[in-house]
């Protein structure tokens, strides 16, 4: 049964690769998998083709654990798609791992999907009281089930059915027999990116898969496109009247990894550098040392520190051996995680007025533990806390992992309470105005999480908005 809140539907944070044409398909997508794993860490998946038949590998953990040599050579074939999955507590299971493996009247079809799809409930429900039954909580699993019961006379009309019946985000790949079909939701709201390599298309949900496995980069997956990857070579589908974009904005703030390069070629270091010489331009503190929250606030601190000309240094030295606490499912854990995660360098701060930058504030307990441990364990006279993003006041329903509303901290809390929860001498966030300055085309993004005006809308959408006007 799935587990469904109006103002909290499942979320998916995943990164998808997929590759055609290569006789070290299920190795390839194994590192770009690999090179993917920021995406997800609850579990990862692998289906192969030979041009026959369907090949699947799937567990939870993380990537480099699941694929044994072994299990690698029991995915034969050209063609690969494969899923690295991030979820919340709830549907942590095998069965919500992908990718996901279904027989039709067409065939067999694997699908991997990045995304979240906020119809979902919904059309589960209509596709159950028509006789699908369902294996798993995923919404992932409807788009399956929307392909397979399509009247559509091909697959790629019963394709176009299906895409065109969801909504929400997805960056989707499938895998057929003999092809391999990439498909972007005609928001673009994640990220989706075509390479070569050998001679094989690859796809992947950030470029840094491509760097790992040596491809060279040829484009974007346009919004709203569907692209066909078999004997014949690339055939692209319209399948949606031109859209408004809707590009992930977070992706640039927290969650793609900084050597990628995304929507049209952002990269996202650079991106991540430019925040933060915004921040120091809106900021008028004087202080003796920058710091970074490592890793998400590093490139931002390097854009601050350049900007002001304060002093950049690693004051906070990161445990790198555990995952990010913020996915841990129980809250005993993630309280545990900061101190497990990041410790101060005392002999750096003792005495100094610090800056301290940090991509974003969710609930506010990140930041408390850190403000708390550079004064205790570290020393520093002042800490000042910097965020290279506006306040997150409301969640995303587009598959970043934000939790609800009520607790995000910015969302029921001014900024001066926000200050005093964390103990910072001071605490400022960059502006809405000034993210909107620094990406380029920024009417091209979706920046709900900040302001509120959700591109897509979903059930309880005006719930939510009354939510918030009456909090
Ligand atoms: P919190 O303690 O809830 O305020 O978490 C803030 C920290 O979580 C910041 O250091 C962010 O870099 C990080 N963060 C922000 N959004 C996410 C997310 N969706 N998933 C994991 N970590 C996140």
Known sequence: MLKYNMFHDIHEECGVFGIYGHTEAANLTYLGL????????EGAGICSSDGRQLFLEKSMG????????????RLPGYIAIGHNRYSTAGSSMLKNVQPIVANFALGTLAIAHNGNLVSSVDLRTSLEAEGAIFQSSSDSEVIVHLIAHSKGYDFYERVAHAIKEINGSFSLLILREKELIAIRDPYGVRPLSLGMKDGAYVVASETCAFDLIGATFIRDIEPGEVLIINDQGLESLKVFNSHKKAFCVFELIYFSRPDSNIFGGLNVNEMRKE?????????DIDADLVIPVPDSGVPAAIGFSEQSKIPFDFGLIRNHYIGRTFIEPKNSIRHFGVKIK?????????GKR??????????????KKIVKMLREGG????????????????????????PTRRELIASTHLIDEIRKYVTADSLSYLSLEGLHKIIPNSHNFCTA???CHYPISFPGEHLNQMEFLFK
Do not use: M, W
């Open 449 to 451: 999480c900040f302001d």
């Open 62 to 73: 993380l990537v480099a654990d699941i694929f044994s040599e072994k299990r690698l050579k």
């Open 34 to 41: 690999y090179a993917l794993q920021h995406r997800g860490q």
């Open 379 to 402: 020393g520093a006279k002042e800490v000042h806390l910097k965020i290279s993003s506006p306040p997150t006041i409301s969640p995303c329903y587009y598959g970043i992992d934000t």
């Open 354 to 367: 610090l800056l301290v930058i940090d991509d974003s504030i969710v609930r506010g307990t990140t930041s």
């Open 275 to 283: 925040f933060g010489r915004q921040l120091a331009k809106e900021s």
């Open 342 to 350: 990041l410790n101060p360098v005392r002999k750096l701060l003792e």
